[in-house]
């Protein structure tokens, strides 16, 4: 019964949530100077051209009215079209998605083992020379802006050392993975950074738990290292990591925006950015709201991760 | 395209004259200026056909796929449509010329036009290139969703009939002298009878497309082409959004050309051995401006126009703000392309500017301004050093690219500001832009100019008509309240020994292309 009304209670909060974020979304395209008329009409264009595009995409009508018809469509599952391509939003938005879903699969799983490892050497030998060292190299990864760190990975291993391609090409008729060394130079600045942020919130945690009485009692009581670290240290730690990872993952999906540009990825972050330039409200909806749902479904598991994790919150789940 | 700029609908502003791909035809009108197009590599280089050859492109997210006629954008987008598509009329080398059409003829008012067609060209499919392909064609490209419809404005397109095989009637809605320049050399390109959807496309053009996916299109050589095997045997189009990565695919050798560098990129590889710089020269370029309009003050006296076009060292700002990968230019668009009506060229006096800013009163002025195009900024900054030595006050009023052209009140109210041009032909540039009902008529054109401009349009002799054109661009060079200052060309990079590459326009074709000897 508590586990039925948690799960309501969790589905109409994020109901909710992607309402709010729909209204906002349509709101903040329709505060941004011009509209979808003037953007998809060229500099011959005449004002009638302009005005009859503007009745012809329902633009003469107010604003909520066009949201309610939009809303309309979308508890439907029909998310419209594209006032530049006329193609049909999840059209779009399908390519993309899997490119950005592929990318941030392979970041993920190179980035969090690597963070973790990184927060517990450092943790646990804080004040060390590898912690010191490491530090030194997370602040500078995470404080570079990644506009640099993915020039100077092209300008390192793809034109001085030319042993990767400078543009992510995936082949004809194929996806990203039929040529895998088109995902490496991607892969490689995302990981510098998010390694590098997550490292240091692994760090704060492990330090956090090595303090903590279990932790203490399983050493006294004469328990190998080891164990201690794996058994009693890093469950601990789950709980400030979940959100951490849950937080690196939505933040892969939505901000690749500059790595996706450096290396021409045919990824998600480009599509928005076009929608919002262009008063594509449809685009701009399909993704911000993808976006979101990945979000929340990013932090529900992390939830869940703790939950599984802290035998207290068990307990006091049921 | 030129510089890499342009994404969506900015990029749209770059459309000025499209057509099909290379072109056998014979000269039409006389060619009144208009310089050989610029060639990659040094001409009559022994180079030797190629078996492929990679080109990275320009791409907006947005544009649809390569090889639909209804929604060419930018860079990709056009260049695949130029090899797959053969038009009526192409500009190439600098002149105006029929590809499919042998002749295109006006009745005694140019109310009604005649297009005769080549004989025996095919499509891709096997089919021959019939009147009822190109009836089919004019109105599909000119009927929206078409996002060139507007160019068929004047055309009466239900009246569009086939009079036989090879011959077509276009009757128009008005009469017009320059349907040719002004229609079929700006957009044409003819694709069969009934085809609506454009999934796999099919031209009678020196390529045919064989394979796409988001970013890469694969051509292949279209053997039995009319115009001559094609030299380059497999033509693959990246688009890549971003200039500086284009170059970086150069390098890298993913590709063996890279459209739309960079000035910087320019300057930086000018030394390098394995790369060779292309600029487009002025035919193949932005055209940059600082425009008054003319209806508001303190625009509306000439002796202020006259003053900011003596007050600009036009040569300092293609210096600075365009690292000097350009060339100056004389107030008029056109230059280096047919119809052009070698205008003298402008020299700075800025004693004569003090004195009539002085004259009439003008100490203070706002520049509207922003980064339409790299180097945008500078120049306006330049320009408040440069009209400052003139006396005059220059305060920029900076918005995003977006924002400045988002408000189209302000664009047709606001006295003065920085704006671009796609640098074509005269007649085509001013019979789009400064007509009275064109939103972004930033100049503010008179009701007595655009009576002129409708005439000049109307005139159906070419002679007479071309006169009348250079009549009015005396009168923007004179008169106008376009200050425009200099030309950002087109900046390619191709792999050192690629050759043959011929740009119009803006656009590259790469039918003749060859590789090192």
Known sequence: MTALRFLVRRVAATTATLLAVAVVLFAASEVLPGDAATSSLGLDATAEDVAARRVELGLDRPWPVRFADWLAGAVRLDLGTSVMSGEPVTRIIAEPLGATGLLVGVTAAVTVPLAVLVGLVSGLRRGGRADRALSAVSVVAVSVPQFVT????????????????????????????????????????????????????????????????????????????????????????????????????????????????????PGLSQTLVAAVRNHDTAVLEGVGLLLAAIIIVSFVLADLLVLLADPRLRVAAR | MVQGQGFDRRALLRLGVLAGATAVGAPLLSSCGGDAAPTAGQPGEAGKPLAALSVSAPHAVTDSEAGNPLATSIGATLIVMRHVYDSLMVLDNGEYKYQLAESVTPNADASEWTIKLRSGVSFHDGKPVRAADVVHSLRTVGTKPSNRASVYAMVNLPGVTAVDDLTVKVPLLVPRGDFRESVLIVFSPVFPEGMTDFAKPIGSGPYKLVERNGTTTKLVA????????????????????????????????????????????????????????????????????????????????????????????????????????????????????????????????????????????????????????????????????????????????????????????????????????????????????????????????????????????????????????????????????????????????????????????????????????
Request: aromatic content about 8%; charged content about 20%; glycine content about 10%.
């Open chain 1, 150 to 265: 993915a020039g100077l990975l092209v300008l390192l291993l793809a034109d001085l050392v030319p042993v990767l391609p400078a543009i992510s090409l995936p082949p004809l008729g194929g996806t990203p993975l039929d040529k895998p060394d088109v995902l490496v130079l991607p892969v490689l600045a995302l990981t510098l950074f998010g390694a590098a942020w997550a490292g240091r919130i692994v760090r704060a945690a492990v330090i956090d738990a090595d303090g903590l009485p279990h932790v203490e009692a399983a050493r006294l009581a004469g328990l190998p290292e080891r164990a201690v670290v794996w058994r009693h240290l890093l469950p601990a730690t789950v709980p400030p990591c979940a959100h951490a990872f849950a937080w690196l993952l939505s933040g892969l999906f939505g901000g690749t925006a500059v790595v996706e540009i450096v290396f021409n990825y």
């Open chain 2, 222 to 517: 279209n053997d039995g082409y009319w115009g001559g095997k094609p030299s380059v045997g497999e033509l693959r189009i990246v688009g890549v959004a971003d200039a500086s990565a284009r170059l970086a695919a150069l390098k890298a050798g993913q590709v063996d050309y890279a459209i739309g560098i960079s000035a910087t990129g320019a300057k930086t590889e000018a030394t390098n051995p394995a790369v060779t710089i292309i600029r487009g020269g002025p035919a193949n370029s932005n055209a940059l401006s600082f425009a008054m309009n003319q209806k508001l003050a303190p625009f509306d006296d000439p002796r202020v126009r006259t003053a900011v076009r003596l007050a600009v060292d036009r040569k300092a700002l293609v210096d600075n703000a365009l690292l000097g990968q350009g060339s100056t230019a004389d107030d008029v668009v056109g230059k280096n392309l047919p119809g052009y009506a070698d205008l003298p060229e402008r020299t700075r006096d800025v004693a004569r500017a003090r004195a009539l800013f002085a004259e009439a009163g003008v100490t203070k002025l706002t520049l509207r301004t922003g980064e339409l195009v790299p180097g945008m900024m500078n120049a306006s900054k330049l320009l408040v050093q440069q009209l400052e030595e003139a006396g005059v006050e220059l305060a920029l009023e900076e918005l995003s690219a977006d924002a400045f052209y988002a408000d189209v009140t302000t664009l047709a109210t606001h006295p003065f500001q920085a704006f671009y041009y796609v640098n074509r032909p005269a007649a085509v540039h001013l019979s789009a832009v400064t007509h009275g009902k064109a939103p972004f008529n930033v100049t503010g054109t008179s009701a007595d100019y655009q009576a002129r401009l409708a005439q000049a349009q109307a005139t159906p002799d070419d002679a007479a008509r071309g006169k009348a054109f250079g009549a009015l661009q005396q009168e923007f060079y004179d008169q106008g309240g376009d200050v425009l200052w200099g030309f950002q060309e087109q900046l390619d990079a191709s792999r050192a020994g690629v050759a043959g590459v011929r740009i119009e326009q803006s656009v590259q074709l790469f039918d003749r292309a060859t590789g090192p000897a």
